[in-house]
Nanobody, 117 residues
Framework: QVQLVESGGGLVQPGGSLRLSCAASGSIFAIDAMGWYRQAPGAQRELVARMTNGGSTNYADSVKGRFTISRDGAKNTVYLQMNSLKPEDTAVYYC???????????WGQGTQVTVSS
């Protein structure tokens, strides 16, 4: 099992920045990729950004150029730097860890990000 603990959400004005953190513990050797998903009210959960152990990344089109995912292997932590935030970025953000082939998927408890003036 893998446990994921997120932090860093909150309220920010449009154009502002936030950094989310997610610390992994447990069977971290099983992790092949980590990432962030989000779910707005009434919407499906969607991929925001994802990074494999090999360093490959992919981003949702809506966040390209504004968000950056990074990992600190020594701390078993993944980060999401969010810049130029927009009201449509408002959602609950979930940290995710996948085993190879997504055979096992693990989720954090979620952290609320609200972008509003």
């Amino acid at each position: 099992q893998v446990q994921l603990v997120e932090s860093g959400g909150g309220l920010v004005q449009p154009g502002g920045s936030l950094r989310l953190s997610c610390a992994a513990s447990g069977s971290i050797f099983a992790i092949d990729a980590m990432g962030w998903y989000r779910q707005a009210p009434g919407a499906q959960r969607e991929l925001v950004a994802r990074m494999t152990n090999g360093g490959s990344t992919n981003y949702a089109d809506s966040v390209k150029g504004r968000f950056t995912i990074s990992r600190d292997g020594a701390k078993n932590t993944v980060y999401l730097q969010m810049n130029s935030l927009k009201p449509e970025d408002t959602a609950v953000y979930y940290c995710n860890a996948d085993s190879l082939g997504r055979v096992s998927r693990y989720w954090g408890q979620g952290t609320q990000v609200t972008v509003s003036s």
